[in-house]
């Protein structure tokens, strides 16, 4: 199997590269300190057309394959995670549209998420119902008469949701089914009875705002059910399989730039008259570190490249995002731990990385879910 990049694969990367150095990188460290949702730099990365890969053309998008967005995604993370993560996390908006929505609604919504600088969201967490999805509360009750969803219910940690201009959200059409009586459902914004409750303070990507939604008698038309009634699980848990994949390129892009940040450090600090990079436990350190990260990058890239070829994949995209995640911690503290107590301050990025890189373990599903999805799927159960 080839994973070779192909020459087109190779400028996009560049282009990308140029554009995260330009663009993303020189605000970086500052909406880390703000936490100020970069909406001038979502606009741009809109532009260069960055929303809009593995989307048709015929719905706005710029056509590619699920692995040039895993180049994409893992080039931002490496200068700025939480540029990364609201790429990728809004990205899981048109993908829905995609493969489960009418064409009325591909072609009503697809289009400005993709070029027009429009935010989705996807809202499945509630405060309850974390890992265990089937303990969600929020309903969508069909109010016969006026041909109208009524919502109402909370949820939860929600990336985007202050900032979404349309949300997937997640709720039961039928609560006596539980999981079997979820369906999805589009609500814009300024939609009454919408409202964004408490705005999270976060440990990392801080300029990835996370959000808690609240529906109170939130009123939406029946044409903004995706899919079909109670089939909403399935929606909900194919859309992580891709998420997954996303985030696994996030992991991957901080622990590539960790290890070329320690790898530079180390060459260019002196102790004991001589380079760090001469003594033997640094040089294990980044043998382990280098190793890890090729192993997680071939695992990202395969998972991404079965989605492309139709195959299936959530085995291993469990896969990648648990090693990438797992990876992109232990590669974030090592090289800070190389960089000693300048790694330790905020002068320096890996601080930053190294809070960034904890929640690649926890959303889109936390690592011991993954080890449940990986499991059942070894053990055939």
């Given at each position: 199997?080839?994973?070779?990049?192909?020459?087109?694969?190779?400028?996009?990367?560049?282009?990308?590269?140029?554009?995260?150095?330009?663009?993303?990188?020189?605000?970086?460290?500052?909406?880390?300190?703000?936490?100020?949702?970069?909406?001038?730099?979502?606009?741009?990365?809109?532009?260069?057309?960055?929303?809009?890969?593995?989307?048709?053309?015929?719905?706005?998008?710029?056509?590619g394959t699920d692995v040039d967005k895993v180049i994409v995604v893992s080039e931002i993370a490496r200068k700025c995670a939480a540029s990364a993560a609201i790429l990728s996390i809004h990205s899981i908006f048109p993908q829905?549209?995609?493969?489960?929505?009418?064409?009325?609604?591909?072609?009503?919504?697809?289009?400005?998420?993709?070029?027009?600088?429009?935010?989705?969201?996807?809202?499945?967490?509630?405060?309850?119902?974390?890992?265990?999805?089937?303990?969600?509360?929020?309903?969508?009750?069909?109010?016969?008469?006026?041909?109208?969803?009524?919502?109402?219910?909370?949820?939860?940690?929600?990336?985007?949701?202050?900032?979404?201009?349309?949300?997937?959200?997640?709720?039961?059409?039928?609560?006596?089914?539980?999981?079997?009586?979820?369906?999805?459902?589009?609500?814009?914004?300024?939609?009454?009875?919408?409202?964004?409750?408490?705005?999270?303070?976060?440990?990392?990507?801080?300029?990835?705002?996370?959000?808690?939604?609240?529906?109170?008698?939130?009123?939406?038309?029946?044409?903004?059910?995706?899919?079909?009634?109670?089939?909403?699980?399935?929606?909900?848990?194919?859309?992580?399989?891709?998420?997954?994949?996303?985030?696994?390129?996030?992991?991957?892009?901080?622990?590539?730039?960790?290890?070329?940040?320690?790898?530079?450090?180390?060459?260019?600090?002196?102790?004991?008259?001589?380079?760090?990079?001469?003594?033997?436990?640094?040089?294990?350190?980044?043998?382990?570190?280098?190793?890890?990260?090729?192993?997680?990058?071939?695992?990202?890239?395969?998972?991404?490249?079965?989605?492309?070829?139709?195959?299936?994949?959530?085995?291993?995209?469990?896969?990648?995002?648990?090693?990438?995640?797992?990876?992109?911690?232990?590669?974030?503290?090592?090289?800070?731990?190389?960089?000693?107590?300048?790694?330790?301050?905020?002068?320096?990025?890996?601080?930053?990385?190294?809070?960034?890189?904890?929640?690649?373990?926890?959303?889109?599903?936390?690592?011991?879910?993954?080890?449940?999805?990986?499991?059942?799927?070894?053990?055939?159960?």
């Open positions: 199997m080839d994973f070779n990049l192909t020459e087109g694969q190779r400028m996009l990367q560049k282009v990308v590269r140029e554009f995260v150095e330009r663009e993303i990188e020189p605000i970086a460290a500052e909406i880390d300190k703000t936490g100020v949702f970069p909406s001038e730099t979502f606009q741009k990365m809109t532009d260069l057309g960055l929303t809009g890969i593995s989307i048709p053309e015929e719905y706005g998008g710029c056509g829905v549209l995609l493969h489960f929505g009418s064409e009325e609604q591909k072609r009503k919504f697809i289009p400005p998420a993709v070029r027009g600088g429009c935010l989705g969201a996807f809202a499945l967490t509630e405060p309850d119902a974390g890992s265990d999805a089937g303990a969600a509360k929020t309903t969508a009750m069909l109010d016969e008469e006026t041909g109208e969803y009524v919502l109402n219910g909370t949820k939860c940690f929600i990336s985007g949701g202050s900032q979404a201009d349309v949300v997937l959200v997640f709720a039961l059409t039928d609560p006596k089914k539980g999981l079997k009586g979820m369906s999805c459902i589009l609500v814009e914004k300024g939609t009454p009875g919408f409202g964004v409750g408490k705005v999270e303070e976060k440990m990392g990507i801080h300029a990835s705002e996370t959000a808690e939604l609240i529906f109170d008698n939130c009123r939406v038309p029946k044409e903004n059910l995706v899919g079909k009634e109670g089939k909403g699980f399935g929606i909900a848990m194919s859309a992580l399989d891709g998420a997954r994949i996303g985030v696994g390129a996030q992991a991957l892009g901080l622990a590539e730039e960790a290890l070329e940040l320690a790898v530079k450090y180390a060459k260019e600090r002196v102790q004991f008259g001589k380079p760090i990079a001469k003594l033997q436990g640094i040089q294990w350190y980044i043998a382990d570190m280098a190793t890890k990260t090729e192993a997680a990058k071939w695992l990202v890239y395969y998972a991404a490249s079965l989605k492309d070829t139709g195959k299936p994949y959530t085995k291993e995209a469990a896969m990648a995002k648990l090693n990438a995640s797992e990876n992109a911690r232990f590669v974030t503290n090592l090289a800070l731990q190389i960089h000693g107590g300048y790694g330790y301050m905020q002068d320096y990025p890996l601080e930053r990385m190294y809070r960034d890189a904890k929640i690649t373990e926890i959303y889109e599903g936390t690592s011991e879910i993954h080890k449940v999805v990986i499991s059942r799927a070894m053990l055939g159960k």
